[in-house]
T-cell receptor
Framework: SAVISQKPSRDICQRGTSLTIQCQVD?????MFWYRQQPGQSLTLIAT?????????ESGFVIDKFPISRPNLTFSTLTVSNMSPEDSSIYLC??????????FGPGTRLTVL | GENVEQHPSTLSVQEGDSAVIKCTYS??????FPWYKQELGKRPQLIID?????GEKKDQRIAVTLNKTAKHFSLHITETQPEDSAVYFC???????????FGTGTRLTIIP
């Protein structure tokens, strides 16, 4: 498995501001992903964080709103830009080890006022 | 793209009984099927997975079965215990496209 940490664990932000979430893995991994999970809902993939190149975004998510960095094989950041109350959610990063096995970070609970 | 359906959305069983959660997928190229358990306020935890070259896999009280022809897979929990209460998610992906597509989740409640 992989030990994954996220910072911050939670935050309350004002409308129009931006928040950067950090994800750190305890070992090098091939793939890292960012998900969003609304309360009581399933996980929705935002993007695949590619090391050394631009992230690959899923339908409905754009780079201007959710810029992602992945400077090395153990670290990634997700920024939620120009936030609105609709962005209130839990944001989770995951890392893939081995063949397809994904392990999740503890999540960042974001509330936008 | 892949679509994963999961049933039931809620399930209550008496402690000691068995629980079964079922998922169907749409993409015949999918060949990896994990199950995650998520307790309230916690991260999803990988509890078992199966690949398309096998039909069944067991790990103590948990088992997963896969029917590739029918494109469905199921999670079986035997001798349920209160700590099995959680939300369970199935997912699917394929080698070469490691993105996981998740089902909608099943809230399992074990009644003492």
């Amino acid at each position: 498995s992989a030990v994954i940490s996220q910072k911050p664990s939670r935050d309350i932000c004002q409308r129009g501001t931006s928040l950067t979430i950090q994800c750190q893995v305890d070992s090098q991994v091939t793939m890292m992903f960012w998900y969003r999970q609304q309360p009581g809902q399933s996980l929705t993939l935002i993007a695949t964080a590619n090391q050394g190149s631009e992230a690959t975004y899923e339908s409905g998510f754009v780079i201007d709103k959710f810029p992602i960095s992945r400077p090395n094989l153990t670290f990634s950041t997700l920024t939620v830009s120009n936030m609105s109350p609709e962005d209130s959610s839990i944001y989770l990063c995951s890392a893939q080890k081995g063949a397809n096995e994904q392990f999740f970070g503890p999540g960042t609970r974001l509330t936008v006022l | 793209g892949e679509n994963v359906e999961q049933h039931p959305s809620t399930l209550s069983v008496q402690e000691g009984d068995s629980a079964v959660i079922k998922c169907t997928y749409s993409d015949s190229a999918s060949n990896y099927f994990p199950w995650y358990k998520q307790e309230l306020g916690k991260r999803p935890q990988l509890i078992i997975d199966i690949r398309s070259n096998v039909g069944e896999k067991k790990d103590q009280r948990i088992a997963v079965t896969l029917n590739k022809t029918a494109k469905h897979f199921s999670l079986h929990i035997t001798e349920t215990q209160p700590e099995d209460s959680a939300v369970y998610f199935c997912a699917a992906s394929n080698f070469g496209n490691e993105k996981l597509t998740f089902g909608t989740g099943t809230r399992l409640t074990i009644i003492p």
